[in-house]
């Protein structure tokens, strides 16, 4: 009963006649009482039976109805769990290029506390095509932002979530999952199932040798223990994956040494349209050549490293291998020829329930992937012995283990030396006949059947014998069969022993009984070297381990390898880490590579005394492109990549916020106005004083008047922190804010304005330069009026109604000479106390720096003297 409820419920296995009635893309799995309750971990077949009744049919549910919800249509109907078993034959291949699958292959597990324990959150995610188990424990606020921005960053298939959560209709962390992730599957699983015992020995049972230092780190881990024990139930008997004892490698990660960053932020700076499009920082920095390289880069943009040490070291490989041009070159060459290391190792200890021929094909194959992998191991230490970076000097030490020779002397042992990995078909299933050696009078008759029945010989004596251009082909669909072109005049005369003769386009494809007969016995030499490959990969499962910290190596230099060709594309240079973030010359990397025209390159400048920017400017400016640039150039900073600029400086951040955007959300029903005040409601809760923020243009989905209140009361509030932050807004009041605020500097975006005597008007060219101050612009927006070829009339009513309005506001501008003083007095401290804590400069350069100072400060005081309104909007130096 088990397998037939699981048929009506779960992805794969439903049947066309029950997708249409599971549409929704939430739904409750119930147990029921003949449940395996041993508190051993369940690894074999022989459990199956104990899983009986984990999953009753959807209709069946008692809480199916009360909480089925409509997802978009871009969720589709049904929508699958893909299974590792259904591609065992399409393995991974390098390329010179390679993009991240965007179809997320990841199942995730999550619990939280209850009680007192409200908050703490326990997360376990498994890649159905990397064997890596991910757990994750850490305590959140009551906004979820932790746990929100680990799901995005893990980019969900399904989400299993306990029943009480599901049936408690107040819970809050459900609720935002549903609204947060709308197209993602959330099943439920009964809470006895989310068992912190269980995973626990779980854990110790698959974990590798190599990572049983974990279990002391997990010990205390409740939640996400509990978590992985109902993910790995999950897994093996409704995904029917298997994986061998001490195969399994197991990560636990906590939110500490990574950077966060908020929903908008990924859409806005990453993944915007196509992942694998250039006009992402993904397109931009992604020139790996293997699998593992590119989700490794992902990973790393999704979630940037706040750990400086680490940071630093890559920056000094990236550096080594932009120096070094024949080590470039060398180790692009090697890595380019390794397969997706992670997916074969999955496919490795993978252990099917029933033993059929295309399993036995699938382990041979992974096996000859494997050898092939692992042949790449030499010429990659080799080329790693010269370097000087500490991080590829421990790369060849971890290269240099025995174990890698071990398992390739063991592959040998039972793999001919002559077969090797190939691509295409064919070639592939020709490769298998004839992997296995022959040595012992046992294997006499697997020697036989590949001497006599193989097809390519058998197609061979049939072109010489009827004199035709006969060709060996191999599909999916066919098997092996022969091909013929039809243009050869020969297709009406085909001799009678040619059976199941069939066209397509130009191409006769037809098979004979020999040919019929010969395959069959390929299938039972299929079946024998199942033995010998099974007896092989059992051997080899304990010394799996080895193999993961390849894969590590093998996507690390992959990906900086990508950083060191970026930077030899265009002028990149290394970033430092400091207190202050400073830009000198950057320049968006986006646009600088889809662009046909020369980018232009604007300075960044903020520190603890300067830490909030306001930038105003006409439309079309620039001003939102240069809110994502900052955010770009920082991610890529802290990813270890060099950025483009002529000099860069950043200080870590914790977590990065932005707020960019005006539409708005159909799903949720929220206006563009509500929109906004959710996302600035985010940003205000999880604010601290080292992350960076930017926000464009809050407050215009409202009126001007409440608009200009609500972005003032945000700046004040954001202004209480030390965190840099980049505010864009065409509320000139706003500027005002360095009267009250000293640590607020203003920017703005030029524009020139000329003449057209053509025309009889006058023409705006956006400059796209930085410059400090308030944007002398007005009535820019009425000018771009005229220019949609608005009526005159309407305009100039509106230009006047627009001047009523500032003379009224200048007649109540008040003047406050003290105020300005103290601002003067301010920007000289600020840069007295930069200057001790971190000049460089020589005796002289400093004498005629702290001169000019004083110039400053003396011609400050003395415009306040006699336009003290005009000194109070300007910018510090």
Known sequence: MAAKNAKYTFGLLQTPTDVDRTSSSRRNISTSSHVDNSSGPDTGPSKFTGWKGICTPVLQSKYHHRRQIRTPASAGRGQKTPRVASTTNTPYTASSHVSTETNSSTIIAIVEGRGQARGEIGITSLDLKQPVLVLTQFSDCQTYSKTLSTLYYTNPLEILVPNTMWESSSNKLFSLINDHFPTVTVSSVQRRYFNESKGLQCVKHLCAAEYKSIELQISSKYYCLATAAALLKYVEHIQNIIFAP??????????????????????????????????????????????????????????????????????????????????????????????????IVGLCIQTPKQETARTAESKLNCVLMLKHVLQLVTPLRENLSNCENQLFKTYYQALESSQYKMILDKIGEVISEDAHFQKGLAQQRAQKCCAVKVKKKINLKLKVYLFLYFPSAMVRQLAEHYKLPLRMSYSSLRGFHIQMNSSSGFQDSLPPVFIKVAKFKSTLSFTTMDLVRAISKLFICLILTLIFVSELLTKLHEHMGCLYELADIVGMVDMLLSFAHCATLSSYVCPEFTDTLAIKQGVHPIL??????????????????????????????????????????????????????????????????????????????????????????????????????????????????????????????????????????????????????????????????????????????????????????????????????????????????????????????????????DHAVFNLATRLIQLAKNSRMDEDSLRAYMASLKRKYLADLARAESDPDQTSTSTKE
């Not at 908020?262 to 990453?270: L, M, Q, V, W």
């Not at 990973?299 to 990236?318: F, G, M, W, Y």
Request: proline content about 2%; glycine content about 6%.
């Open 246 to 343: 001490s195969s399994l490698k197991v990560v636990f990660k906590g939110c500490n040494h990574i950077t966060m960053i908020g929903k908008d932020g990924k859409e806005e700076f990453r993944f915007k349209r196509n992942i694998a499009s250039s006009d992402s920082l993904y397109g931009v920095l992604n020139h790996t050549q293997t699998q593992g390289g590119a989700r490794l880069l992902r990973s790393n943009i999704l979630q940037p490293v706040k750990d400086e040490e680490t940071i630093c070291l890559r920056q000094h490989a990236v550096m080594e291998l932009t120096e070094k041009e024949d080590l470039f070159f060398n180790l692009q060459s090697v890595i380019g020829r390794f397969l997706d290391i992670g997916y």
């Open 592 to 821: 600088q590579r889809i662009s046909t025209e020369t980018v232009v390159a604007n300075d960044t400048y903020a520190s603890e005394h300067s830490n909030f920017i306001i930038i105003t400017g006409p439309n079309m400016g620039g001003k939102s492109t240069y809110l994502r640039q900052v955010a770009l150039l920082q991610i890529m900073a802290q990813i270890g990549s060099f950025v483009p600029a002529q000099y860069a400086s950043f200080r870590i951040a914790d977590q990065i916020f932005s707020r960019i955007g005006s539409d708005g959300h159909m799903e949720s029903n929220s206006s563009t106005f509500t929109l906004e005040m959710k996302e600035t409601n985010y940003i205000i809760q999880n604010v601290t004083n080292n992350c960076l923020v930017i926000i464009d243009e809050l407050g215009r989905g409202t009126s001007a008047e409440e608009g200009v209140g609500l972005c003032w009361a945000v700046c004040e509030f954001l202004l209480k922190t030390q965190a840099f932050s980049f505010f864009v807004t065409h509320f000139k009041q706003l500027a005002e804010l360095n009267r009250n605020y000293p640590n607020v500097a203003n920017y703005f975006f030029e524009v020139q304005r000329t003449f057209n005597a053509e025309a009889n008007c006058e023409k705006i060219s956006f400059t796209h330069v930085l410059s400090r101050g308030i944007t002398p612009e007005t009535h820019y927006g009425l000018h771009l009026a005229k220019l949609s070829s608005m009526p005159l009339s309407v305009v100039e009513e509106a230009r006047k109604k627009v001047t009523e309005i500032e003379s009224q506001k200048q007649r109540n501008l008040q003047h406050d000479k003290e105020l300005i003083e």
